[in-house]
């Protein structure tokens, strides 16, 4: 599934209520699944939990910019396409 | 660009570093991207700004899959798959 069809489909199952919270409370949403993911990672005991908690991550992140108005795939293609932004090799070469 | 795809390509660029940072040190770079999002999205004077931290959020989200050995997109898929996953409706009817 391409990056902006996951989005569409986020938007088409959740964008009324995402446009109600707004960007503040979908953030916030977001980084409690973030904080959510990161203690699953502590566990790592259920792959299949990993794997529910992921898709949470990359869901509300869709849908925080369904309600920004954000593509999220051109986003994601504009910097990162098939080399590294910083210093512009595959793979990354950064000495940081 | 499917999810997959886009994992494969944060791989390429840059799977060495991300496997010797490891879990916890990519995941602490996760969050800091979001906090970066968040920082950002306050602003909201320069959508080409905000793309590149949504860019950034997804980036991370991959590269950590990648050290986890998460398909995204399967798991995206798994959970989100046309109707909520609470509800079982789309769109999402949920009443909390």
Known sequence: MH?????????????????????????NWLVDEVAELGEELKKQTDKEATEKEFADVIAWLASLANVMGIDLEKAAISKYNLKCPKCHKAPCQCTF
């Open 3 to 27: 990056i902006h069809e996951f989005q569409e489909m986020m938007r088409q199952l959740y964008f009324k209520r995402d446009i109600e919270r707004g960007v503040d409370g979908t953030y």
